[in-house]
């Protein structure tokens, strides 16, 4: 079943020299592939949020390791190239009463993907598509 909420895993990295080498080092031998990630820190600790390709097993993964992740429900937009892109879907949720909480992109060629945190998901996706704008499958991922 395809779905537009997508599973983003949030870890928890120690502020350290070689914390971040450790849980990829756990991803890549379990041969998970992360497709997008954002590292937020402060003093002691940062949060990594990352799109992976399978995870449910990378939070698996990450658990028998010890790590701390949980497991977060985003939704991808679709950005088209040109002014006014963000604002269209900014707009929408906010004219919908959803709050957007955070986000980060991915770029590469002529895709721009916005992976964003909201208050409600599911009345996301639904004004999303009513504004005509494209969003990502889980099946992408």
């Keep these: 079943m395809m779905s537009n909420i997508i599973k983003q895993l949030s870890i928890f990295v120690n502020n350290e020299p070689g914390r971040l080498a ?3 080092s756990v991803l890549k031998e379990c041969n998970i ?3 997008a990630f954002n590292l ?3 003093t002691e600790f940062g949060i990594l949020r990352a799109i992976v390709d399978n995870p449910d097993e990378a939070y698996d993964a990450l658990k028998l390791k010890g790590i701390i992740a949980k497991k977060t429900d985003v939704i991808g937009v679709y950005l088209e190239d ?3 892109a963000l604002f269209m879907a ?3 949720l906010g004219k919908a009463n ?6 980060y992109a991915y770029s590469y060629k ?3 993907i916005f992976f964003i945190r909201v208050d409600d998901p599911v009345k ?3 004004v999303i598509g009513k504004q005509g704008i494209k969003l990502v499958s889980d099946s992408e991922i």
Aim: charged share 25%.
């Design 82 to 84: 040109h002014p006014g």
């Design 98 to 103: 959803i709050n957007i909480e955070y986000g």
């Design 90 to 92: 900014a707009d929408a």
């Design 33 to 35: 592939n992360m497709r």
């Design 40 to 42: 937020a820190e402060s």
């Design 124 to 126: 996301a996706v639904e």
């Design 22 to 24: 450790h849980i990829s």
């Design 110 to 112: 002529d895709k721009a």
